[in-house]
């Protein structure tokens, strides 16, 4: 059997992990049961990237919200009849928390009554099998695989499976969602879905589709990693009328929408967490006009100052395209100071909106990908070794090697040393003492001195004759005379014996 939890300790981002050990330990000191469920699930097991954390308590799940929110969330939304919960942590990390429930419909198009219920029960009200799985969080079964409609198996096969015949009816906005899902992860609606869906568009369900539930799912195109792909298969179904009836005529900006894509991963790898959904939304209603953006904006059910950020958008880049075009703002420190309080959504819009206006678009990418990673490089360890403690001085210590990095005066690691040293009040550090020449034990003769300095060795060069001719100190013996050796005659050969010839005379004679 699998190790779920291995596996998501794996995949899952160290916020991410954290945010979920988070929720699992405060759902277990409040006493409810708690699971992972929905598209985290179906992540997991599809080998996608794992985007939201949805949870499912067995328990209110509003005062565990509250809680984990604490002073670190930068947003937090109630939904009191539906008894859910969403927060985006400090880190970017979002969740959602809601409290396992079964709906009831009575009307197209209108909310469905909300009773409570168990998690099994929570899991098959879903729409598709691959979404209706969960895994438990729970200290009696963490770990767990919570599978009652077999959605598993759908993943294998590479299916999407509705899973009540009246779900297009109850929720119309699961049209879309099937576009989606089949979009992004290649799976091909089985023969009954296929018939459900096509029905449905027959008997133009997609009217009855709930504001609050489009707006939702504007939303979730703009986290898809090809929102344009989605866009565009929802358009060959003709279902960009439900956003407003020009929008299937007129199509998004799909061209801006791909380059603001393509920087917004190229943020994402490098670290950068924010709400894609304003930007999304420009190139959304971008071809429509006064009273039409404004109504499709209305169809949504967005707040004011949602409304107000969208029509927007436009105008606040333009701002900061002119602070940027002015002379003071041409080095990298004067960029970093006025560019940092910007939201990065803003900045991300301006790569994309602005790529043809080299000078301004190469300050805001510098800012983005080359001065902002400056700041969690400072040499916080160097300076505690040093001994400078916490404080005030510490952090301006901080502040202007950082504002030294950024100007492009720091070369080489002994560079950024020395004026580290320099900034902190610290003097010099002194020269290490030249090691003594160790003694020779016993037995062992003694190292030949060195040089003198600017002259050769003493291996390399001849001493004078008259030098040579005096005598050695005391302190060493007198040089010996070389005895000599007895030359050795050469033998001579032996004389032939009277009356004795040589052979070699008796051979020339015969």
Known sequence: MPDYIFMLESRLSPEQLKALNRVQQAAQDAGMNVYLVGGAVRDLMTGSPIGDLDFTLEGNPLRLARRLAGDDARRLEVNERRQSAELVLADGVRLSLEAARNEFFHQPGKPPEVRPASVMEDLRRRDFSINAMGISLTPGSRG??????????????????????????????????????????????????????????????????????LGREV????????GVAVLKALAERELLAVFHPLLQKRKPDYDGLGKWQKYRHQADAAGYRFEPFQAALHYLHRRL??????????????????????????????????????????????????????????????????????????KVYNYLFKYRP????????????????????????????????????????????????????????????????????????????????????????????????????????????????????PKEKPKPKPGEKSRSKKKRRR
Not at 179 to 206: H, K
Not at 219 to 226: G, L, V, Y
């Open 144 to 213: 767990l695989l919570l599978d009652p409609t077999n959605g598993l198996a759908d993943i294998q096969s590479r299916e999407l499976r509705l899973l009540h015949n009246y779900s297009f009816l109850h929720d119309p906005v699961r049209l879309l969602r099937l576009v989606r899902f089949t979009t992004r992860l290649g799976f091909r609606p089985e023969a009954r879905t296929r018939e459900l869906f096509q029905t449905a568009l027959e008997r133009d369900y997609q009217d009855y589709i709930l504001p609050e539930a």
């Open 219 to 226: 939303d979730a195109i703009a986290r898809e990693e090809n």
């Open 289 to 362: 006009k006064g009273a039409a953006q404004k109504r499709l904006l209305r169809n949504l059910a967005l707040k004011k100052d949602q409304i107000k950020q969208a029509l927007g958008l436009e105008r606040e880049a333009k701002k900061i395209l002119k602070l940027l075009g002015r002379q003071r703002t041409a080095g990298p420190r004067q960029v970093y100071h006025l560019l940092t309080p910007v939201p990065l959504e803003l900045l991300v819009f301006i790569l994309a909106e602005y790529s043809g206006k080299k000078k301004i678009h190469s």
């Open 374 to 489: 400056l700041g969690g490089k400072l040499p916080v360890r160097e300076l505690q070794l040093m001994g400078v403690p916490p404080g005030p001085k510490f952090d301006q210590i901080l502040e202007k090697y950082f504002e030294a990095q950024l100007d492009g005066k720091l070369r080489g690691r002994a560079h950024q040393l020395r004026f580290l040293r320099k900034l902190a009040g610290l003097p010099k550090p002194k020269p290490a003492p030249a090691p003594k020449p160790k003694k020779p034990a016993k037995g062992e003769k003694p190292a030949p001195l060195p040089a003198e300095a600017g002259k050769p060795a003493a291996a390399h060069t001849k001493a004078p004759v008259a030098a040579a001719a005096k005598p050695a100190a005391a302190t060493t013996a007198p040089p010996q005379k070389a005895e000599k050796r007895p030359e050795k005659k």
